[in-house]
């Protein structure tokens, strides 16, 4: 049984579709970012960078228990751990691995600051929302482009470079874009959001989330806190 330590964001939504998909056992531990949970001890153990989600497996590849962070690490490891969502041969796991890297380097960091700037940031700063909303739109076209010649974004197979991409676009008109502009995505979204895995992955701890509307969730998130020495 997989322990998974996760909040209802984009980058949990990853691994809670994954583990969907695999059908492997897990439990799912709320750590609520909001409230500063992030910043406990026990949790920085397995997450020194204070972020969700982290995994406890207690049958790591060598038989002993291993823990991991990082998104992006957590669907390697799940997907060499069950031989699904990444091919064994090398032409096509690097497919897989150069669209998953490029959503950890480029669709996660820059679509997260167009969500800041557009949504939570205290000052509207227009240089800062026009830069963002400029960018993840130019993401969405590399993405529509790939997508109007490949059924998937690694080639004719869903795999995990689509599992940690799709959650990262539902927020679109948060991010400013307009997914009817980017036809071959919106196609591709649209049948990854009709899975019956996705859709479960997506209701683990739909219900925990709420609105960051008070000081005290906007500084465990945003302000000082993230920068105590711990």
């Known amino acids: 049984m ?7 964001t984009p980058n949990g939504h990853k691994v809670h579709i994954m583990l969907e998909e695999c059908g492997l056992p897990y439990r799912a531990h709320p750590v609520n970012i909001g409230a500063g949970e992030q910043f406990k001890p026990e949790f920085l153990a397995i997450s020194p960078n204070n972020k969700i989600p982290a ?5 790591g590849p060598d038989g002993q228990p291993i823990s991991l ?15 699904r969502f990444m091919p064994t041969q090398a032409r096509g796991r690097y497919e897989v691995m150069q669209w ?21 940031a205290p000052e509207k700063i227009a240089y800062a929302i026009d830069r963002y909303t400029k960018e993840a739109n130019r993401l969405y076209g590399v993405i529509d482009k790939r ?3 490949s059924a998937f974004l690694a080639g004719d197979d869903y795999s995990i470079a689509d599992i940690a991409t799709f959650p990262w676009l539902r927020s679109w008109q ?15 979204f649209d049948g990854i959001a009709a899975r019956p895995a996705v859709q479960r ?30």
């Open 100 to 120: 998953l890297m490029f959503q950890m380097g480029g669709v996660g960091p820059l679509l997260g600051q167009a969500h800041h700037f557009r949504i939570y």
């Open 69 to 83: 962070f990082e998104s992006g690490a957590i669907l390697v490891y799940l997907a060499e751990k069950t031989g």
């Open 174 to 188: 948060n991010q400013g874009v307009q997914l009817s502009d980017y036809p071959h995505l919106q196609k591709w």
């Open 147 to 149: 997508l109007s010649h």
């Open 2 to 8: 997989i322990d998974v330590y996760s909040w209802p």
């Open 201 to 230: 992955g997506l209701a683990v701890m739909a219900e925990l989330r709420k609105p960051i509307t008070d000081a005290q969730s906007r500084e465990n998130l945003f302000g000082s806190a993230q920068y105590v020495k711990r």
């Open 55 to 59: 995994i406890v497996d207690p049958e």
